[in-house]
């Protein structure tokens, strides 16, 4: 983790990330099985799910001093992409942004069927 990426207040997790785990985690699920198992990860960590947006297949849920944005990428129909896009309500992030990624990655995997990360650079 550098200076910056500590200090940011937010980030955003993608296909070719510099850090490994902060890759696209792909799934083997549907975007309806996709959407319920994030449901269910909201409530788990008590978070609010304000809107779902199926023609752009995005997510956006809101927590406790943060919110966050999940991007579905529909690869095939028993195969999907999560991308997280997480900003804390602060000038200043001290790593948490990362943390809350990596623990709704660590949760979701849980919940859903976990294939792999970053399978389609």
Do not use: W
Not at 91 to 98: D, K, L
Request: proline share 4%; hydrophobic share 40%; with cysteine.
């Amino acid at each position: 983790m550098s200076i910056k990426s500590f200090f940011s207040p937010s980030c955003e997790t993608r296909e070719m990330h510099v850090d490994p785990a902060l890759r696209t985690h792909y799934y083997r699920n549907n975007f309806k099985q996709v959407v319920e198992g994030l449901t269910k990860l909201a409530e788990k960590n008590n978070m609010a799910v304000k809107d779902i947006n199926e023609i752009h297949k995005e997510i956006y849920l809101i927590g406790n001093g943060f919110d966050c944005i999940v991007t579905v990428s529909q690869i095939s129909p028993i195969e999907a992409g999560i991308d997280f896009k997480i900003n804390f309500f602060s000038a200043v992030g001290f790593g948490r942004p990362v943390k809350k990624a990596l623990k709704l990655f660590k949760d979701l995997a849980e919940i859903l069927n976990f294939k792999g990360i970053a399978l389609h650079p």
